[in-house]
């Protein structure tokens, strides 16, 4: 098993028919590997590693710590969650991180518009994460492919397609309501909101591609 970079999720022999998801943040020490590492984890725990041939998931900031550790906090709340952040490696956007993206979620507004503007056709599949997890949820998973028939890189594919068309119609109820906001130099109190937060934010997103529903708790 390979993974790009060390990054993404059990590619193996599905390079030929890869879907790639690429969080964004503005350092790459904080939100950005906290979503990429929880979507990983989420996605395995879904499908099992095998299952998931195809979904690659990574992450980069706009003013990405190139080489740079995660933030301490921010693998102490990875660990909350019994996610893995070992390998971690820091990256600055680039144009061919959003050219070989077939998703990319923000942390906000100001780093999707900052994606958008890189070029790339990117508009129809950059979102910030709270505002994909809003247009998600008003999907009837009825309406996408069956991973099982078609596999999960097509439901993926029509999922982004299909959010994209809802956009102009479910707008966010206030300014904030797409924002995920910065926990840099923040105590572990704040880090965990946060890391709360994008898990919840992830949670539909999850679901809607891989067509499986998180368990529920045992408490």
């Not at 599905?14 to 950005?32: A, E, K, M, P, Q």
């Not at 709270?130 to 009837?140: P, S």
Request: proline share 5%.
């Amino acid at each position: 098993m390979t993974a790009p970079e060390g990054r993404g999720i059990a590619e193996t022999v599905f390079t030929g028919n890869t879907f790639r998801i690429l969080h964004v943040s503005t350092g790459n020490v904080c939100r950005s590997p906290i979503t990429e590492r929880l979507n990983r984890h989420a996605l395995t725990v879904r499908l099992g590693e095998r299952l998931t041939g195809g979904l690659i998931v990574e992450s980069a900031g706009t003013w990405g710590h190139e080489g740079a550790a995660m933030e301490a906090n921010a693998e102490a709340v990875l660990a909350d969650f019994g996610a893995d952040a070992s390998g971690f490696v820091g990256r600055e956007l680039l144009d061919e991180h959003v050219i070989r993206a077939d998703l990319v979620l923000t942390a906000t507004r100001d780093h999707r518009a900052q994606v958008i503007s890189m070029g790339h056709s990117a508009g129809l599949r950059t979102f910030t994460l709270k505002e994909f997890t809003r247009l998600v949820r008003a999907i009837d998973p009825a309406t996408l492919p069956d991973p099982l028939d078609e596999g999960v890189v097509e439901r993926a594919r029509a999922l982004v397609r299909a959010a994209a068309a809802l956009r102009g119609w479910l707008l966010a109820p206030t300014a904030d309501a797409d924002e995920v906001y910065d926990p840099y130099g923040a105590p572990i109190t704040f880090f965990r909101s946060i890391g709360e937060e994008i898990h919840q934010a992830l949670d539909p997103v999850v679901t809607a591609l891989t067509g499986v529903p998180a368990k529920p708790s045992s408490f």
